[in-house]
């Protein structure tokens, strides 16, 4: 039943596709040590 609502929500969906460095992972401090 779960399957068959996502399926009706999603059926007119449309799928962005954007390229380039993601925002979260810019915001994040950078670990000092890579071990």
């Given at each position: 039943?779960?399957?068959?609502l996502?399926?009706?929500l999603?059926?007119?969906?449309?799928?962005?596709?954007?390229?380039?460095?993601?925002?979260?992972?810019q915001?994040?401090?950078?670990?000092?040590?890579?071990?």
């Open positions: 039943m779960t399957t068959a996502l399926d009706r999603s059926h007119h969906a449309h799928i962005l596709t954007t390229r380039g460095a993601s925002f979260r992972r915001k994040q401090p950078r670990p000092k040590d890579a071990a």
